[in-house]
């Protein structure tokens, strides 16, 4: 077999590891190991080359930006801040039809502003918010589809994990990143906004009613959330003009936000302990499958896959657009068997040098950030559709009396919001460039 067909070869057998569920990122560092061993001839040589790739991946520094990411969510959390978010957006929008689950998705889109993990924002506001929607008569399947599709604005508004990988893998500015995905991570909320709208109007029992809250404490609890402004302004407004780097950023913003919890008294030497070792379980998880990714995609570089596929294209003359959407389609597809970071990993540096080479009127930058805010959108859809939709299963194990077929339900409400803002930004590339410089 020649390096080319060993490439493509490969592609099943990384599907067959993953259905017989070895963890992605050992599916893919033993994957690229044997394809290495097979195009080289040298089992030595994939030796040397783990050698190699495990020093570089791991020494480098941008990466030390996603600890202090996942750090400073850990902390957010034992500052309280979670659940001073919920009770501000309960107190404006509680007594409105189904606003008590509006207000969960205002207060997923504040924590996802302090928390770069989807699975986090999720598991936190969960805690939060699934209680006070109970308490309220929501239905269970309503109560936690919203919850899910809520956490799903941990990895789209900024700061996100994600992203920052995304942006490693395409060299991008992380800054301006973050700064295309606020528009969108915004549309984002505001969908969620309408499709409970919709839900509740179709389904009037599945919401129940609570009393409007005095405007006195209204603004009481607007006040509480201050920490959240100060924290987001300036870890991503530090960010954006130039006072610090993004690690140097984050690693502000996990000051700060102990700091709140240990003012909050949150923090005390057993909460610390814990949040270091949660960092840690989470970082070690994340930086394996980056090196199984990277081992990967090393040995798919070899055999010119990538560089094949993108001549095709160009060779064949297809439509950018049509390009640009079957690649959508099939993260949309692919999303529902495989989490959103090892998605990332595994497809960006093969689609990217595609989509780079096509013509869409947009400078080169300009291009690689658009189409990076698109596939973190349907990559983050793959997070709320069924068979393995992760927010799901968190939300769900903290209501075993709900069936999860009532939240598959009801989550496809979210998921029509979903797409149909993946088609407008798609149709104008201008609403998730407008606020970059130039």
Same mark, same amino acid.
């Given at each position: 077999?020649? @390096?080319?067909?060993?490439?493509?070869?490969?592609?099943?057998?990384?599907?067959?590891?993953?259905?017989?569920?070895?963890?992605?990122?050992?599916?893919?560092?033993?994957?690229?190991?044997?394809?290495?061993?097979?195009?080289?001839?040298?089992?030595?040589?994939?030796?040397?080359?783990?050698?190699?790739?495990?020093?570089?991946?791991?020494?480098?520094?941008?990466?030390?930006?996603?600890?202090?990411?996942?750090?400073?969510?850990?902390?957010?959390?034992?500052?309280?801040?979670?659940?001073? &978010?919920?009770?501000?957006?309960?107190?404006?929008?509680?007594?409105?039809?189904?606003?008590?689950?509006?207000?969960?998705?205002?207060?997923?889109?504040?924590?996802?502003?302090?928390?770069?993990?989807? &699975?986090?924002?999720?598991?936190?506001?969960?805690?939060?918010?699934?209680?006070?929607?109970?308490?309220? =008569?929501?239905?269970?399947?309503?109560?936690?589809?919203?919850?899910?599709?809520?956490?799903?604005?941990?990895?789209?508004?900024?700061?996100?994990?994600?992203?920052?990988?995304?942006?490693?893998?395409?060299?991008?500015?992380?800054?301006?990143?973050?700064?295309?995905?606020?528009i969108p991570g915004i549309l984002a909320a505001l969908g969620y906004v309408i499709a409970i709208s919709i839900y509740v109007r179709l389904y009037?029992?599945?919401?129940?009613?609570?009393?409007?809250?005095?405007?006195?404490?209204?603004?009481?609890?607007?006040?509480?959330?201050?920490?959240?402004?100060?924290?987001?302004?300036?870890?991503?407004?530090?960010?954006y003009l130039g006072w610090f780097t993004p690690t140097e950023g984050a690693a502000v913003g996990a000051f700060g936000t102990g700091l709140i919890?240990?003012?909050?008294?949150?923090?005390?030497?057993?909460?610390?302990?814990?949040?270091?070792?949660?960092?840690?379980?989470?970082?070690?998880?994340?930086?394996?499958?980056?090196?199984?990714?990277?081992?990967?995609? =090393?040995?798919?570089?070899?055999?010119?896959?990538?560089?094949?596929?993108?001549?095709?294209?160009?060779?064949?003359?297809?439509?950018?657009?049509?390009?640009?959407? &079957?690649?959508?389609?099939?993260?949309?597809?692919?999303?529902?068997?495989?989490? @959103?970071?090892?998605?990332?990993?595994?497809?960006?540096?093969?689609?990217?040098?595609?989509?780079?080479?096509?013509?869409?009127?947009?400078?080169?930058?300009?291009?690689?950030?658009?189409?990076?805010?698109?596939?973190?959108?349907?990559?983050?859809?793959?997070?709320?559709?069924?068979?393995?939709?992760?927010?799901?299963?968190?939300?769900?194990?903290?209501?075993?009396?709900?069936?999860?077929?009532?939240?598959?339900?009801?989550?496809?409400?979210?998921?029509? @919001?979903?797409?149909?803002?993946?088609?407008?930004?798609?149709?104008?590339?201008?609403?998730?460039?407008?606020?970059?410089?130039?």
């Open positions: 077999m020649s @390096s080319l067909e060993i490439g493509v070869a490969s592609f099943p057998a990384l599907i067959v590891l993953i259905a017989l569920r070895v963890p992605i990122g050992l599916a893919m560092f033993l994957v690229g190991l044997v394809g290495l061993s097979f195009v080289t001839g040298s089992s030595n040589m994939a030796l040397a080359r783990l050698k190699s790739e495990t020093y570089t991946t791991f020494s480098s520094y941008s990466l030390t930006i996603v600890p202090m990411f996942l750090l400073m969510g850990q902390f957010a959390t034992l500052g309280g801040m979670s659940s001073a &978010l919920f009770k501000a957006a309960e107190g404006f929008l509680g007594h409105r039809r189904g606003g008590v689950a509006m207000a969960a998705i205002g207060a997923c889109a504040g924590f996802g502003a302090i928390c770069g993990s989807s &699975l986090a924002t999720a598991a936190t506001m969960g805690r939060v918010a699934l209680p006070e929607l109970k308490q309220y =008569g929501y239905a269970g399947g309503f109560s936690t589809a919203t919850l899910a599709a809520g956490g799903t604005l941990g990895i789209l508004i900024p700061p996100s994990v994600v992203l920052v990988i995304y942006a490693i893998l395409t060299e991008q500015n992380i800054a301006k990143l973050f700064l295309a995905a606020f009037p029992d599945a919401a129940g009613t609570r009393p409007p809250v005095p405007m006195a404490r209204r603004f009481r609890a607007l006040l509480d959330v201050w920490p959240v402004f100060v924290v987001f302004g300036l870890v991503v407004g530090g960010i919890a240990l003012l909050n008294r949150g923090l005390t030497w057993r909460t610390l302990m814990d949040s270091f070792m949660d960092t840690a379980r989470s970082t070690a998880m994340v930086f394996f499958i980056i090196l199984g990714a990277g081992f990967y995609n =090393g040995f798919l570089a070899l055999t010119q896959v990538p560089q094949e596929l993108s001549n095709y294209v160009v060779s064949q003359g297809f439509s950018p657009w049509m390009v640009l959407s &079957l690649i959508l389609v099939f993260y949309l597809i692919f999303g529902c068997i495989m989490d @959103s970071l090892s998605m990332i990993l595994l497809t960006v540096p093969i689609f990217f040098p595609v989509i780079s080479v096509l013509e869409f009127g947009l400078s080169e930058e300009h291009v690689a950030i658009w189409f990076g805010i698109l596939v973190l959108i349907v990559v983050e859809v793959g997070l709320i559709t069924p068979p393995v939709g992760m927010n799901l299963f968190v939300i769900n194990a903290m209501d075993r009396s709900t069936p999860i077929l009532e939240t598959y339900k009801a989550v496809s409400f979210f998921v029509g @919001s979903d797409l149909i803002r993946v088609v407008v930004l798609v149709l104008f590339p201008s609403i998730t460039l407008f606020l970059l410089p130039g």
